[in-house]
């Protein structure tokens, strides 16, 4: 698929110069020398790593505005106890990328895990619970007999099918296979509930959790992209300081003044002879000369239209509305001491329809795992419209809630409430607006690669003058920190040249 797919970068080298009300070029001497200030938009992961690459190529006069009061971005440790807590990500995504290199000179890798499907089965390894609605072994293996093959089925059909095929939704092509399945399978309706609550996790889980998408509205063709498992390349967890380190690293040669926080950028004029800055709270008396933005594609699709002037060529603004950008949500939830079989590494809540005592939420949560270095913790995963709805929720409202799915699910009204919850509200914070991107069912049907259309800079008078980076910006490994740091040290490259 990576080698089939055509390299489009070029033809999306946007020239505004028609547009411009004001052409008055800066020689182009000064434009590439060090000393040229360069204003870049987030320290996320691609703002870091853009800016760090730049002072590594000499670069004297970077400045990155923050919305927020520290950086990190979509990579969030909080400290806890004696570790952190991920907010934000947690994994690395195989080993043949520079973040897991990082990881390995920092010593901080811990092992590895092989997520791809037919090898890796947290439906095994998970102890499952469905209150009142027991689920029976052989229904749990039956259906587990089902799904083994299709996630290999699905990718293969993704890297060999033709257009049409790879702008299927994962959604759907699951429900044909599902209606066959429990055509056979399910001949009483409360069988039929069974297997649809355990196709619910399913979809839950192994879908919208990994990929941040509705299934309905994900597209085959994100299953022939690299970051999709690789039983070769297996994911990589790391110790409890984990991307707390991997950021020390990446920023660590930055100056802090260099770093403006609590600076949220209103708009961005590239009308002139360089960039004018609007911060929310005024303007900035300084012109820069070109600019880096690395703002989430949740917050380019909310912002964009009013953000630049000019307004964004056509073609780029067609990528921010049709590439998709979804959430998923964490709860760590903290307890005194465990309450749960300490042997098990997953707990999942089935939540079958029609079963005495159920509740509407129960369907907001699937997965509860164990964190590798603290036994009193639960990490809940959230996907589909878990995290809108939970985000929604006060800290108590969301305590009160998932001890009641754990009290019934579990039949054990002594389970205690959680003693604190960590979380982050990805959804309501317009900065994110969702957690990361994919490859949506419209913007496959185009058949470009929107994702280098998002990424391609705009010049002016022959020089780029406004680059994009950020994890959307990423052809391949889109989703991940590996996509936004590339991305990042990409565009400082694309600068230094142009
Ligand atoms: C819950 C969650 C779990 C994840 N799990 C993983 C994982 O396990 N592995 C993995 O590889 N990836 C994971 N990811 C994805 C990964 O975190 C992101 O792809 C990556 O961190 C994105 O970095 P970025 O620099 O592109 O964007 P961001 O991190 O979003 O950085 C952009 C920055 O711009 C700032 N900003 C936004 N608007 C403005 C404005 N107007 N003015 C000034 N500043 C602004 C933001 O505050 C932010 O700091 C996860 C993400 C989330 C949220």
Redo the contacts with the bound molecule.
Sequence with gaps: MKTAKVNIALLFLFSVTENMQHTAAIPSKTTNSKNSSIAI?????????AASRLIELGFTDVTI????D???????PVPFESGYL????????GRNNP?YKIAQSLNILDKEENDAMDSYDPLKDATFYSGNCALAQSSIDKFLKFIAPLEKKFTKRATEGDEADKAESIGHLYGEEYKKFAAEHAKLPKDKDVYDAMSHFYQAYYYEAEW?ADWNDLSLINFAQDNCSDPVDPVQIMNKQGYKAVLDHISANIPSSSIKLN????SIDYSGSGVRIN??SGPQKKQFQKVIV???L??LKK?AKT?FYPSLPQAKQKAIDKLGFG????LFLVYKKPWWDPEMTSLVTVAVENCANSTAADKLFHTFELIPWNKNVLLGWLSGPGPAAIDAMSDNKVSTTVTSLFRRMLKNGTIPAPTKIFR?Q?TTN???G????YISVAAAKTGLSLNDQLAAPIVVDGVARVLF?????HED?????????S??RREAERLAKN
């Design positions: 938009i987030g320290a996320g992961v691609a703002g870091l790593a505005f923050e919305a927020q520290r950086i990190g971005g979509r990579v969030f991920q907010m934000g990500a947690e994994y690395i995504n973040i941040a600076s949220r950028v209103a911060l929310t690395t703002v989430s949740g917050h912002f953000m959430a998923i949500g964490k982050n990805w317009p900065l994110f969702g957690t990361y991107s980076a950020g994890e959307a910006t490994v889109y989703a991940t920190v590996i996509g936004a740091y991305s990042g």
